[in-house]
């Protein structure tokens, strides 16, 4: 069973850093591209960042140049850096990674991130 479980989420203050790890239950080249969304209260849940086996990167412009992230192949995880945050990035943030023997993508639980004073 595919599986992804994250972890890191937690409270920090505005301009404050956190990092939000997924493991998976599979190789991490088991997966083709592999994904952080996010749901705040009230909205839909929209992608922040996705990065392709082949290491390319994209994210959500309300994030570029304060969010990262990267795969460690050795863990068998997928890691979200996020920096200089804000109130507006309280969210639930879900791990999400496409099965490359189903082509189907598998999320987390989500982990819950809060930015406030």
């Known amino acids: 069973q595919v599986q992804p479980v994250e972890s890191g989420g937690g409270l920090v203050q505005p301009g404050g850093s956190l990092t939000l790890s997924c493991t998976a239950s599979r190789s991490i080249f088991s997966f083709t591209v592999m994904g952080w969304y996010r749901q705040a209260p009230g909205k839909e849940r929209e992608l922040v960042a996705r990065?392709?086996?082949?290491?390319?990167?994209n994210y959500v412009d309300s994030v570029k140049g304060r969010f990262t992230i990267g795969s460690d192949n050795a863990k068998n995880a997928v890691y979200l850096q996020m920096n200089s945050l804000k109130p507006e990035d309280t969210a639930v943030y879900y791990c999400?990674?496409?099965?490359?023997?189903?082509?189907?993508?598998?999320w987390g639980k989500g982990t819950l991130v809060t930015v406030s004073s």
């Open positions: 999400t990674m496409r099965y490359v023997e189903d082509g189907l993508d598998y």
């Open positions: 990065i392709t086996s082949g290491g390319s990167a």
